[in-house]
């Protein structure tokens, strides 16, 4: 049971190229998130998926995008990178239930460097 | 005013004494409340979660919720060294895709 896997665990990027953050879970969550981290800072939620086929904006999604093509992957875009995306990137996945009664389990993060 | 808010710390406490960490948090409509620990480099990590008013224990650790009050807290008695970490925590509805909202965090030390 590997929980929730992230790839790549650095990437280091120049001005303006793209590239796209893996994220899979094997434990059958159907709820899943992106949220990226900037040193000293919480988390801030980029997007959200409540199913395959299903996704949203969060809270900082300008420059990313996302799609959810299964239950078990939801790939982060960047596109056209900047150094504002120079952050470190969790991804996380959580049961669906009423009362949102169950935490995330969080992915081991991307590092990335935009140069 | 941000959404959940936490001592900005640092936090030092003494090996064996209780850490205490605070959250306050704004929306009333917000069910459940985390704590996750994150170790520097590391990904956050569930260590605790309150849905009712009262007290919660687990081992050490203990999480306090006054819902009247929109605070949240998280005790850790006889603190260790491998408690250093930074404290997220997180609030959650039970509607909007049950999406949380993190505090900044508390970064505590437990000084041998």
């Known amino acids: 049971n590997a929980g929730v896997t992230q790839t790549p665990k650095f990437r280091i990027l120049k001005i303006g190229q793209s590239m796209t953050l893996q994220c899979t879970q094997d434990m059958n969550h159907n709820y899943m998130y992106w949220y990226r981290q900037d040193p000293g800072m919480g988390l801030k939620l980029i997007y959200y998926?409540?199913?395959?086929?299903?996704?949203d904006k969060g809270e900082v999604p300008n420059g990313y995008n996302v799609s959810r093509s299964t239950t078990e992957d939801f790939p982060l875009r960047l596109e056209l990178a900047a150094p504002s995306q120079t952050s470190v990137y969790f991804c996380a996945s959580s049961y669906s239930n009423s009362g949102g009664r169950y935490g995330y389990t969080f992915g081991s993060g991307t590092r990335l460097t935009v140069v | 005013q941000k959404e959940v808010e936490q001592n900005s710390g640092p936090l030092s406490v003494p090996e064996g004494a209780i850490a205490s960490l605070n959250c306050t948090y704004s929306d009333r409509g917000s069910q459940s409340f985390f704590w996750y620990r994150q170790y520097s480099g590391k990904s956050p990590e569930l260590i605790m979660f309150i849905y009712s008013n009262g007290d919660k224990e687990d081992g050490r650790f203990t999480a306090q919720l006054n819902k009247a009050s929109q605070y949240v807290s998280l005790l850790i008695r006889d603190s260790q060294p491998s408690d250093s970490a930074t404290y997220l925590c997180?609030?959650?509805?039970?509607?909007?895709?049950?999406?949380?909202?993190f505090g900044d965090g508390t970064t505590l030390t437990v000084k041998p």
């Open positions: 997180a609030v959650r509805s039970n509607t909007n895709a049950g999406k949380s909202t």
């Open positions: 998926s409540v199913g395959a086929g299903i996704t």
